[in-house]
């Protein structure tokens, strides 16, 4: 099978869609698979990319980590019917996903869309950042899964969420995999050697991009009161980004500095030694729709302490591989950080989080990620444009823009319907969300 995706995320960014795009590439063509990705140019990439399509991109878009992807269609059909791909999955709801959307349609391909990403938690990245825009991240990705035939949700929640908003009901859930096999091994005295943290300290650990998104205030608290109550424990924080300065404040006003650790952002066997190093993985995000980070913790034998929310509640299963809280309480963050350390309780919880990890080994992900491009690809029928003649190319990319044109409209419809709920909440609080005889009639989708 010839796959091409669409990612507007690539190496070397680190996030988890990069590294779950890379994995799925490899884990198809470990199997046997052509894979052909279509990705923004970016500093610092690898020069030589024969599976990899670059086009030019805005770099770290609004001073983020992020580039933006300037993509031009017509640039792309070359290498895309020299490619003849079976399939198109994309990655993200625009930008390059448009672009995704526009080449299933000129071609007649099935269009698969994996929605990674909890879009409404990121708009502070763009000028403008308001409810207003929360929602229009939301309409957008929604809308987005009705150009698809099938979609892809990284955990079961994300899926229900989905459900609950009215997307494309054509859903699977498929994990993003972690190598659990390499995961499993690492040197747990390399870091510690580096920091010099004592052999027998309990090293509390943190892995992830340190952004606003990511809960870091929270955490920093909830970790530093930790390392208050214990004496002989420490972190070990993996990553970087602008929310470190708030992770060494908040270490600062718990007078604990001394045994709070950055590594800075790491890859491959560093990254694995620093999971080694950690007696327990502590995250507090609300934005993930899996936290990969949190199966490859696990993958490395830690027990988890988590925060109740979407694709995290499906891994960590409170008293058996970790702690999952259901409120932001610092102190209760604390106290579920030192019970999975006590050496009465942490061999069950290390051999529960190994058992975990097997279900999100990257191979099964692939696997099941294949049944949905069998699935999209049984639905669509075996009819592609791309040996198609001239007039026949340029009537299919009308249809494709014509198409893109319909999905437009009917985020723009979804807005406008939001808006006239909002406006009415506002105005009759006694009695919204029930029907009321006054209420207005909203436009229909």
């Given at each position: 099978?010839?796959?091409?995706?669409?990612?507007?995320?690539?190496?070397?960014?680190?996030g988890?869609?990069?590294?779950?795009?890379?994995?799925?590439?490899?884990?198809?063509?470990?199997a046997?698979?052509?894979?052909?990705?279509?990705?923004?140019?970016?500093?610092?990439?690898?020069?030589?990319?024969?599976?990899?399509?670059?086009?030019v991109?805005?770099?770290?878009?609004?001073?983020?980590?992020?580039?933006?992807?300037?993509?031009?269609?017509?640039?792309l059909?070359?290498?895309?019917?020299?490619?003849?791909?079976?399939?198109?999955?994309?990655?993200?709801?625009?930008?390059?996903?448009?672009?995704?959307?526009?080449?299933?349609?000129?071609?007649?391909l099935p269009?698969?869309f994996?929605?990674?990403?909890?879009?409404?938690?990121?708009?502070h990245?763009?000028?403008?950042?308001?409810?207003?825009m929360?929602?229009?991240?939301?309409?957008?990705?929604?809308?987005?899964?009705?150009?698809?035939?099938?979609?892809?949700?990284?955990?079961?929640?994300?899926?229900?969420?989905?459900?609950?908003?009215?997307?494309n009901p054509?859903?699977?859930?498929v994990?993003?995999g972690?190598?659990?096999?390499?995961?499993a091994?690492?040197k747990?005295?390399?870091?510690r050697?580096?920091?010099?943290?004592?052999?027998?300290?309990?090293?509390?650990?943190?892995?992830?991009?340190?952004?606003?998104?990511?809960?870091?205030?929270?955490?920093?608290?909830?970790?530093?009161?930790?390392?208050?109550?214990?004496?002989?424990?420490?972190?070990?924080?993996?990553g970087?980004?602008?929310?470190?300065?708030?992770?060494?404040?908040?270490?600062d006003?718990h007078?604990?500095?001394?045994?709070?650790?950055?590594?800075?952002?790491?890859?491959?066997?560093?990254?694995?030694?620093?999971?080694?190093?950690?007696?327990?993985?502590?995250?507090?995000?609300?934005?993930?729709?899996?936290?990969?980070?949190v199966a490859?913790?696990?993958?490395?034998?830690?027990?988890?302490?988590a925060?109740?929310?979407?694709?995290?509640?499906?891994?960590v299963?409170?008293?058996?591989?970790?702690?999952l809280l259901?409120?932001?309480?610092?102190?209760?963050?604390?106290?579920?950080?030192?019970?999975?350390?006590?050496?009465?309780?942490?061999?069950?919880?290390?051999?529960?989080?190994?058992?975990?990890?097997?279900?999100?080994?990257?191979?099964?992900?692939?696997?099941?990620?294949?049944?949905v491009?069998?699935?999209?690809?049984?639905?669509?029928?075996p009819f592609?444009?791309?040996?198609?003649?001239?007039?026949?190319?340029?009537?299919?990319?009308?249809?494709?823009?014509?198409?893109?044109?319909?999905?437009?409209?009917?985020?723009?419809?979804?807005?406008?319907?939001?808006?006239?709920r909002?406006?009415?909440?506002?105005?009759?609080?006694?009695?919204?969300?029930?029907?009321?005889?006054?209420?207005?009639?909203?436009?229909?989708?």
């Open positions: 099978m010839n796959v091409l995706m669409f990612t507007n995320t690539y190496a070397p960014i680190v988890g869609v990069s590294e779950s795009v890379q994995r799925s590439k490899h884990q198809l063509q470990q046997g698979h052509r894979v052909l990705v279509v990705a923004p140019r970016l500093e610092g990439q690898p020069e030589h990319e024969p599976d990899v399509v670059r086009v991109a805005v770099q770290h878009f609004n001073g983020s980590d992020f580039s933006l992807p300037v993509p031009i269609p017509g640039q059909f070359d290498a895309i019917e020299a490619f003849e791909p079976d399939i198109v999955h994309s990655h993200h709801p625009f930008l390059l996903g448009d672009t995704a959307a526009r080449a299933a349609e000129t071609y007649g269009l698969v994996t929605h990674h990403t909890l879009y409404e938690h990121y708009t990245y763009v000028p403008g950042d308001s409810s207003r929360q929602r229009f991240a939301v309409a957008l990705a929604t809308q987005y899964t009705w150009l698809c035939d099938e979609v892809i949700a990284p955990s079961e929640s994300v899926k229900q969420l989905l459900v609950q908003r009215a997307g054509d859903m699977t859930v994990p993003s972690v190598d659990t096999s390499r995961f091994t690492g747990r005295d390399h870091w050697d580096h920091f010099a943290i004592p052999t027998d300290a309990r090293v509390i650990g943190h892995l992830g991009r340190l952004a606003k998104e990511k809960n870091l205030a929270f955490l920093a608290g909830a970790v530093c009161q930790a390392l208050v109550e214990d004496a002989e424990a420490w972190w070990l924080v993996v970087d980004g602008d929310a470190r300065e708030a992770v060494e404040a908040a270490a006003r007078g604990v500095s001394e045994r709070v650790c950055f590594t800075g952002c790491l890859h491959g066997q560093a990254l694995i030694d620093a999971y080694h190093a950690m007696d327990v993985f502590a995250f507090a995000s609300h934005s993930e729709t899996q936290g990969m980070v490859e913790a696990m993958a490395a034998g830690l027990p988890v302490v925060l109740d929310a979407p694709g995290v509640r499906e891994v299963r409170n008293g058996e591989n970790g702690r259901a409120h932001e309480d610092e102190q209760a963050f604390a106290l579920a950080l030192a019970e999975c350390t006590d050496a009465r309780y942490w061999p069950a919880l290390h051999e529960a989080a190994l058992s975990t990890a097997q279900a999100y080994d990257e191979a099964r992900c692939a696997e099941r990620c294949l049944r491009y069998r699935l999209a690809i049984a639905r669509g029928g592609t444009h791309a040996d198609d003649g001239g007039w026949e190319r340029v009537r299919s990319r009308l249809g494709a823009e014509w198409q893109m044109l319909r999905y437009r409209g009917r985020v723009l419809r979804h807005l406008v319907q939001e808006e006239w909002e406006e009415w909440r506002e105005e009759r609080p006694s009695w919204w969300p029930g029907q009321h005889e006054d209420e207005p009639e909203l436009p229909s989708r």
